[in-house]
């Protein structure tokens, strides 16, 4: 498990035992007479929910939006086989049926492939995987024959 992980859910079990402390011990506090328990249940619970959220938004990892230098390095390994048939010039018809699979699975799993490399035809996209042969995912696999 990530460290990380594991010493937020840490915390958020640390906060979580004092709380229910508090709540025991609020028999012996003075301001307890005066919140309805109920009351005072929900604001216990609502802080250290809000402590863990805080908690986990300072540990987490920033995100940066550094463009993918390989676009195949995003496609799944089932995608990428799907891809490879295609640009073997199967139909969608053929690769179905070589995957076992529905004809509209197939196309899903094409669309997600366009969306990926943002191309929007089977042209377009081996056109790209002939140009990013040295990239690194994409060495695993032969280059496709026009």
Avoid: C
Avoid at 14 to 39: C, G, H, M, P, Q
Wanted: charged share 15%.
């Amino acid at each position: 498990m990530n460290s990380a992980i594991l010493k937020t859910s840490l915390k958020i079990g640390l906060l979580t035992a004092l709380a229910v402390l508090l709540y025991e011990a609020s028999n012996v506090l003075l301001f307890y007479k005066f919140i309805r328990l109920d009351y005072y249940i929900a604001i216990i619970a609502l802080a250290a929910l809000v402590t863990g959220v805080v908690i986990a938004r300072r540990q987490a990892p920033t995100i940066t939006n550094q463009p993918d230098t390989d676009p195949f390095g995003q496609l799944t390994n089932k995608e990428m086989q799907i891809f490879l048939l295609m640009a073997d010039g199967k139909t969608n018809k053929e690769i179905a049926a070589a995957n076992f699979v529905e004809i509209s699975t197939i196309k899903t799993h094409i669309n997600h492939i366009y969306a990926k490399l943002q191309v929007s035809s089977r042209k377009q996209a081996l056109a790209l995987y002939q140009n990013q042969g040295a990239s690194a995912k994409s060495t695993l696999y032969p280059p496709p024959v026009a």
